[in-house]
């Protein structure tokens, strides 16, 4: 029997309609706060009908007004193999692990890792991450397959995997090299043949790696200032190498974008004193050594000796995966903080919007608003050189009508912006956005709970973002209610009068991940919201992506002992949402300590493309080569066996 959810029994606690309930709600939060001036209005009401509710009460009272459902598949259990599992009636399979090589003249994959720094610099990288599918004259049967490959496990200083039968020590120039290779980006040219199998074509010219060493170049209104110049680069304008690339983004004029997230692991100093400025410890650059190791070879990752190198990372790169020789931009208009990844939407005046989080602890969400408008078939180059950054500021709604809100942008403008006006830190407007982090600190932006991938309804221009845990946070609000927050939530905006440029928006917590299994009283807030139960259960949510029919896809990068608060919730996984029913099922598990992240499709959307990343990361897998080998992370290609759409 269903017990009435708290969640539930605290929105549904009046006697009146459901629509009138909350559009009395939004009402008086408006008239609270002065939003109705605002223009957020009617529409808003609607969004915000039934937050956290509905699935429950679709299932209670077989509510037939309801759309039928987005999820045609049928959910699966949790695993803690290692191995792939995924619903009845798909099939999954490995595709370009880590070490594959990309030219006909690149060494061969060995089994131990043992190949050198020459070899890593031709195959594909390490730790998948996020990926997107750009196809050749939109064919679903060729395209180019562009994967981030975000870091390299290590601990302690010990790799872990990278250099397999060789160890870490001794520590040298051509293990960091090889360290450097591993990183990046890869562009793959891939085919499908006759029979259905996914191939790489060998020595296309595309075929390409971006790694922690390639040449690309400063753009925007930070490049060339003073705090981006270094011994190597007077210019301020050239950099080597993109680092820690995370989720991703792309453009509607086919150019990828990789974004830079834990970028202060790479830095630290072998000289024996801290001398970090307020600046570079907001950002978490090392005391001392990294686990990495690099300062001990290349003096620009020591901050001692190159104080603005860790400046030039951090930032949104982008690449032209259709111009093999094209120098990656870095595009310092979008903020440098700890990109997860970049989502963008065009407004309706065309101006491209990008929404970008910020993942750490206490960090903040932003949208970058161009300042040209996107022009199909035309020289969109520029675009993302000017505009303006903005970061949100979540308002609490009355403690009665917990888990909805409204919300605002602030610009991060030096001119516009009066608290950044006055601010001396800020010289000029290349500083606020070299010091992103410290610009949102002073205009009071909502701490998050580690805000990682956004996306955006593909219909309705909806904003969805996985907060994906925070176990440190000590003071509730309502975008972020549970204080030691362990198992994460994922919260929607919707911009006001669908105005994807607006600064002001309503939001709602769409779920709020938890554990019935372990919480088996619903009134604690770590059992979850409605729309969480026994079978679906699960902890941080990270990687986030729609399909073109609106089916929510949700990754995991969360705890996998699957003991304690995480009983009954096993390996890493993937489930879909169905984002008016709110209703979600498990769709895939990845193998033994791995992430689930990146998602994309072919433009038919009946093959869909993820990673898993970092198998076996505490030591604990062979996946996906079996024996004794050492695990790699790799992408997976999932179909549906009679050819449909993927999740139908
Ligand atoms: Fe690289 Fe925040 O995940
Ligand atoms: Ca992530
Ligand atoms: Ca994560």
Redesign the pocket.
């Known amino acids: 029997m269903h017990k009435i959810h708290p969640l539930d029994s605290e929105d549904l606690a009046t006697n009146t309609s459901e629509n009138e309930h909350f559009q009395s709600i939004v009402q008086r939060a408006h008239s609270r706060r002065g939003f109705l001036k605002s223009g957020v209005g009617l529409s808003a009401a609607l969004f915000l009908a039934g937050p956290l509710a509905a699935y429950a009460k679709t299932q209670d009272k077989g509510d037939t007004a309801q759309p039928p459902s987005l999820l045609g598949f049928q959910a699966i259990p949790i695993s803690t193999d290692d191995t792939i599992s995924v619903a009845a009636g798909y099939s999954a399979s490995v595709f370009a692990p880590w070490g594959t090589p990309l030219f006909t003249d690149a060494t061969s994959w060995k089994s131990d890792a043992s190949d050198d720094a020459a070899a890593q610099a031709r195959q594909v990288g390490d730790n998948h ?1 996020g990926i997107h599918f750009f196809p050749i004259n939109n064919s679903n049967n060729e395209g180019l397959l562009v994967i981030n490959h ?1 870091y390299t496990t290590v601990e302690d200083g010990d790799y872990t995997w990278l250099f397999g039968a060789n160890g870490t020590l001794p520590w040298t120039a051509d293990k960091t090299a090889k360290a450097m290779n591993a990183h990046g980006v890869s562009v793959i040219h891939i085919v499908r043949s006759q029979t259905g199998t996914w191939e790489i074509k060998l020595d296309s010219k595309y075929n390409r790696r971006i790694t922690a060493s390639t040449e690309m170049m400063l753009t925007g209104p930070a490049a060339g200032n003073d705090l981006m110049k270094t011994r190597a680069d007077s210019s301020g304008t050239r950099v080597l190498g993109t680092l ?1 690339n ?2 991703n983004g792309w453009t509607p004029w086919n150019t990828y974008l990789a974004c830079e ?2 970028f202060n692991t790479y830095f630290g100093t072998t000289s024996g004193t801290d001398t970090r400025n307020a600046a570079q410890k907001r950002y978490g650059l090392a005391a001392a050594s990294t686990n990495y190791r690099w300062e001990e070879f290349i003096d620009r990752f020591d901050y001692v000796k190159e104080p603005n190198e860790s400046n030039r990372f951090g930032w949104i790169v982008e690449i032209d995966p259709f111009n093999p020789t094209s120098t990656p931009k870095k595009r310092t208009a979008l903020g440098r903080i ?1 990109h ?1 990844n970049a989502a963008y939407t065009l407004a309706s005046d065309q101006r491209i919007v990008i929404y970008m989080g910020d ?1 750490q602890r206490d960090d903040y969400i932003y949208k970058f608003v161009s300042e040209g408008i996107y022009q199909e078939g035309g020289d969109n180059s520029a675009l993302l050189d000017a505009g303006t950054l903005y970061v949100a500021k979540f308002n609490d709604g009355p403690t009665s009508e917990a888990y909805v809100g409204t919300g605002e942008w602030i610009a991060l403008d030096k001119t516009a912006n009066a608290i950044l006006a006055a601010d001396a830190r800020f010289t000029n407007q290349a500083e606020v956005l070299i010091h992103t982090r410290l610009a949102a600190d002073a205009v009071g932006a909502t701490k998050m709970d ?1 805000p ?1 991938w956004v996306s955006v309804h593909p219909n309705n221009g909806d904003v969805y973002v996985t907060l ?1 845990n925070n176990d440190k946070r000590t003071i509730a609000d309502a975008a972020n209610p549970r204080t030691a927050n362990i198992y994460g939530q994922i919260l929607r905006w919707r911009e006001a009068q669908g105005d994807a440029t607006a600064t002001a928006f309503e939001w709602d917590i769409f779920v709020l991940a938890g554990n019935p299994v372990k919480h088996t009283d619903r009134s604690n807030l770590k059992s979850g919201s409605a729309n969480i139960t026994v079978d679906n259960t699960f902890n941080s949510p ?1 990687g986030l992506g729609f399909d073109k029919d609106g089916r929510l896809w949700i990754q995991t ?1 969360g705890k996998y002992n699957n003991t304690g608060d995480y009983e009954g919730q096993g390996n890493n996984q993937m489930l879909c949402a169905d984002p008016v029913s709110k209703e979600i099922r498990r769709f895939f598990v990845g193998p033994k300590e791995c992430e689930v ?1 990146g998602i994309t499709f072919t433009p038919d959307s009946k093959t869909m493309f993820i990673n898993i990343q970092h198998p076996g990361e505490a030591g604990n897998s062979h996946w996906p080569d079996g024996g004794k080998s050492v695990p790699r992370s790799a992408t997976i290609i999932i179909t549906k066996d009679d050819g449909g759409v993927i999740g139908s």
């Open positions: 991450d975000e820690n995370c989720g997230e834990n700890k997860e993942d580690r990682e994906t990270d990068d992240t």
